[in-house]
């Protein structure tokens, strides 16, 4: 069984930084491709960065680009996302989801934030200004 627990949120001032942690199990990285999605009240579900478990290759978001940081340790079975600079707009709840795609790569096909197949609850992040 598929499991996945994001941990790390929190509040911060503007400018600060958060490192959230994505712990899997139930099933192998090299198959799967993680994701980070967020979704503030409101507001459509947003896929802010991805990593292959495949190739190791990433995606940002435009939103996040050079702020945050996705990296994984696959001996730990953990994604994490490192995110700087933060602003309020950052804020939502954040969840970490696995997509069953072996040989994946975000070279040649970005997945959108309904294409995964599990999800972990979420960790709320909350930037003040």
């Known amino acids: 069984e598929v499991q996945l627990q994001a941990s790390g949120g929190g509040l911060v001032q503007a400018g600060g930084s958060l490192r959230l942690s994505c712990v899997a199990s139930?099933?192998?990285?090299?198959?799967?491709?993680i994701g980070w999605i967020r979704q503030a009240p409101g507001k459509e579900r947003e896929e802010v960065s991805c990593?292959?478990?495949?190739?190791?290759?990433?995606y940002y978001a435009d939103s996040v680009k050079g702020r945050f940081t996705i990296s994984s340790d696959n001996a730990k079975k953990t994604v994490y996302l490192r995110m700087d600079r933060l602003t309020p707009e950052d804020t939502a709840v954040y969840y970490c989801?696995?997509?069953?795609?072996?040989?994946?790569?975000?070279?040649?096909?970005?997945?959108?934030?309904?294409?995964?197949?599990?999800w972990g609850q979420g960790t709320q992040v909350t930037v003040s200004s």
């Open positions: 990593i292959s478990g495949s190739d190791g290759s990433t």
């Open positions: 139930g099933f192998s990285f090299d198959d799967y491709a």
């Open positions: 989801a696995a997509a069953k795609r072996p040989y994946y790569s975000t070279k040649y096909y970005i997945l959108g934030p309904y294409e995964y197949d599990s």
